[in-house]
């Protein structure tokens, strides 16, 4: 992508970064006497939980299955409500709703798109001159950068609520001396292995907890509720099982999991290779033209660095930005529209959060992946300073 000329290049956001051990694990994969339901699948979720602390990892077919197996295997259902930040992706608000359960959305800190326990608070009150009261809590790390997980995990205990951390952007993060995903301070953590994480598996999740009922529950949900019992296996035949619940077909191929822990044995190559990219941004950014059209987002050395997220002075010119660098090929996105804005639940009548708004209105993701070359790097900085000059 480098060699390319500007007029033909391409630059994604983000993409998946396969190299040839990864290939040859999905091979011996396919080689293999098992391609789903095999040996692979415990290897990866050994692999997940010693690489997060959690003692307990389920891989699953997605980041949103993850999410919908984690709730529901904390018994959320009809008539409970789970306090979830608008910015974020859709799913972990639509998991609740799998459920039969409802989301209610709590603000975010208009200049880092977090929701501290502050703003979980600041819900949590809303909903209590209701006479309504939070079971969930679902703190989000966005771009790299885990959330206040420890203050929302007490403000969860007083509560008498769950915590289920969304860490589909933060897996090798850490604060406070937490990993991403330790489950040090929830009730269980998700992951998703989507193309343009750091760790890519073509789809897939995970569940992680500390939790060993939590953890059985999930594991059987994930494969339509059915358990195997040694005592009737004994009794009736090695081929009984039992279906003790109504549960789904979330389950994770082995060749998603070769692919998986091929890609997890390189994770802290790949969090090395986006923290330099994000310090050459860093750099570069710092000074005029581009000071006064947008700010960076701010040093943080644990974070896992999932995306490089500036935010511009208003709307219009972010939207002037974006059209710019798209028309130069460079794959510019926003990281996200707030949840209550999509129709499906701007109907039910959620109301505007102003620090989702202000957050939203200027947000925009650079390209960071590890395969992002110092050329087409600096093309992307070129052409950043080229837009701000044009509009001072």
Request: hydrophobic share 40%.
């Amino acid at each position: 992508m480098g060699d390319q000329s500007s007029e033909f290049r391409k630059i994604p956001y983000a993409r998946q970064c396969i190299e040839d051990a990864d290939i040859e694990s999905v091979v011996a994969a396919l080689k293999s006497d098992f391609i789903t339901q095999g040996p692979r699948i415990e290897s990866f979720e050994k692999a997940l939980s010693e690489v997060t602390g959690a003692r307990y990892a389920i891989a699953v077919s997605s980041g949103t299955a993850a999410l919908h197996l984690s709730y529901q295997g904390l018994g959320l259902g009809k008539g409970d409500i789970g306090v979830v930040p608008a910015i974020t992706f859709a799913a972990t608000a639509n998991a609740l709703g799998y459920c039969g359960s409802t989301p209610a959305f709590c603000d975010v800190e208009s200049t880092s798109g977090l929701a501290t326990a502050v703003q979980f608070k600041g819900c949590i009150e809303k909903l209590e001159t209701n006479d309504l009261r939070a079971s969930l809590l679902a703190p989000v790390s966005y771009s790299g950068k885990l959330c206040d997980l420890e203050n929302i995990a007490e403000l969860a205990r007083g509560l008498g609520a769950y915590v289920v951390e969304d860490a589909a952007h933060s897996l090798g993060a850490v604060r406070g001396g937490s990993r991403s995903g330790s489950c040090d301070h929830s009730d269980a953590a998700i992951l998703s292995f989507h193309p343009v994480k750091h760790v890519c598996s073509g789809e897939g999740g995970a569940v992680l907890t500390n939790d060993s009922v939590l953890a059985r529950r999930v594991r059987n949900l994930r494969s339509h509720g059915i358990e195997k019992f040694e005592d009737q296996q004994r009794s009736e035949g090695g081929w009984t099982y039992a279906q003790t619940e109504l549960g789904w077909n979330y389950r994770m191929t082995d060749l998603q999991a070769s692919l998986g822990a091929s890609q997890l044995a390189r994770l802290d190559w790949n969090l090395a290779r986006r923290r330099e990219i994000v310090a050459r941004y860093q750099q570069r950014l710092a000074k005029e033209p581009f000071a006064s059209c947008f700010g960076r987002p701010s040093d943080a050395p644990d974070s896992s660095w999932h995306l490089y997220v500036i935010r511009f002075v208003s709307p219009e010119m972010r939207r002037a930005a974006y059209d710019f660098l798209q028309a130069r090929g460079i794959g510019v996105q926003v990281h996200y529209i707030p949840v209550y804005q999509h129709p499906y639940y701007k109907k039910a009548g959620h109301r505007e959060l102003p620090g989702a708004e202000t957050f939203y209105g200027s947000c925009l993701s650079l390209p960071l992946y590890p395969a992002l070359s110092d050329k087409d790097q600096e093309f992307v900085v070129d052409a950043l300073a080229e837009f701000c000059q044009s509009v001072q």
